[in-house]
């Protein structure tokens, strides 16, 4: 009889995405992302509803955006390298501090001297530009900490369900924080919202993450990043992939008053093409399994971009409200595919090394491409009109399909040196 060896054990299947919902690592993780991102947008409605109230200024609403985007494109790449650098799941606990600080203030401020306070609609611009910092300081590192929740082969779902949070809470939180706000009070509702980012600190306190050994003389700096994108031209035009869908995202909030008006709806139907892009985004996380299995993750990402050129043309030309909410609500579905697919795409090529500043590049790309598409979209309808605003949206998203089609994106990694 020879010797053949030990015998390897087979890797576990990966799990359905029940149970990686039901595991406790990456369940407990889920749980805390769906109470942070509900708590930063009940306090993105309060703030953005009493700010108007206060000021009757559209000018300072949009200043209260402003505030709390800025600090993404200013700080990602910075909170990137300590991401590679340091602890990640205390990097995300240090951010979602400073969060529950920025919304706990305001929310101390209100109650203690009410609404009507002289200087309140600065003190809410300050709070976003520190819930702003906040979610900067950990959001690299949250994206990062991913990969270490799961098993190798679940690394596509995990993605995948890690977008969801984003999605249900942009659909509840505002609900949430309007109903709030008018029963109990601005104070309350901004107590709420810091109380879900509290939330997702004390179920991170109790997690126990995985962390990868670092090389002490490994290059942490962003240079090494570019660099990286220059060896695997993959991953930046994966990232260009993202950026296009932010793009895509952006006509169901800038277009959306001035297509209901056109239609002589006034702004009253805004609220239903926004609704109709979210039930779309949200009802494509129940069959994206379906889709991948049948033509897999990268064909479902290229897709996805060409369901928002395709959702955005259906509105283009139409006179009612009911026939442009099918196509708000299929570029919202092709969004999801989009983002999940280019975004699982893009963690599955990262060394780890580099994955915090690959990912707040991944930030960049997603949040800093939303003021360029605001304003080309704007632009475009004021001097051409609406329609055409929407077809040039429609355009670059055949674009971007044409560039992250399959054969371009899922070309293997380069051999390391």
């Not at 990966?14 to 306090?43: C, K």
Request: aromatic content about 6%; proline content about 6%; overall charge positive.
């Amino acid at each position: 009889m020879t010797d053949a060896g030990p015998v390897e054990a087979a890797a576990p299947p990966p799990r359905s995405w029940v149970r990686l919902l039901l595991d406790p690592l990456y369940g407990a993780f889920f749980l805390g992302r769906m109470l942070s991102s509900t708590g930063i947008w009940i306090h993105s409605i309060t703030a953005a509803v009493l700010t108007y109230e206060l000021t009757r200024s559209a000018f300072m609403v949009g200043l209260v955006s402003v505030a709390q985007f800025i600090p993404q494109v200013l700080f990602a790449a910075f909170t990137g390298s300590l991401a590679d650098r340091g602890d990640r799941k205390r990097q995300v606990m240090a951010g979602r501090l400073v969060v529950t600080s920025g919304s706990g203030g305001l929310a101390l401020w209100t109650w203690a001297l009410g609404t009507g306070a002289p200087g309140t609609e600065w003190v809410i611009v300050l709070s976003a530009l520190v819930v702003g910092i906040g979610f900067v300081t950990g959001g690299p590192a949250m994206h990062a900490m991913v990969p270490a929740l799961v098993r190798p082969g679940e690394l596509d779902a995990a993605v995948t369900l890690n977008m969801l949070p984003v999605t249900l809470s942009r659909a509840i939180g505002p609900a949430i924080g309007a109903a709030v706000a008018l029963s109990a009070g601005a104070d309350v509702a901004f107590a709420l919202a810091a109380a879900g980012n509290l939330g997702f600190v004390l179920v991170l306190l109790r997690m126990r993450v995985p962390q990868a050994e670092r090389d002490p003389a490994a290059d942490t700096s962003m240079r090494a990043a570019f660099a990286h994108l220059r060896v695997d031209r993959t991953v930046a035009l994966l990232l260009l992939g993202v950026a296009a869908v932010g793009v895509g995202a952006d006509p169901a909030i800038t277009l959306a008053p001035s297509i209901s008006s056109e239609m002589g709806y006034g702004t009253s139907q805004t609220g239903t093409f926004a609704a109709a892009f979210g039930v779309g985004a949200g009802v494509a996380f129940l069959v994206i399994p379906v889709i991948r299995r049948a033509i897999g993750l990268p064909w479902s990402a290229t897709a996805g971009l060409l369901l928002i050129g395709v959702g955005y043309g259906a509105v283009a030309g139409v006179s009612t409200p009911w026939a442009a909410v099918p196509g708000f609500a299929v570029a919202g579905l092709g969004m999801t595919f989009a983002v999940t697919g280019l975004s699982a795409l893009l963690q599955r090529r990262l060394p780890d090394q580099l994955r915090g500043r690959i990912m707040a590049l991944w930030s960049v790309g997603f949040l800093g491409s939303r003021p360029f598409a605001a304003a080309l979209n704007g632009a475009v309808a004021d001097l051409v009109s609406v329609d055409a605003a929407l077809v040039v949206v429609m355009v670059l998203m055949v674009g971007a399909a044409r560039l992250c089609r399959p054969s371009t994106t899922d070309r293997p990694p380069p051999v390391p040196d």
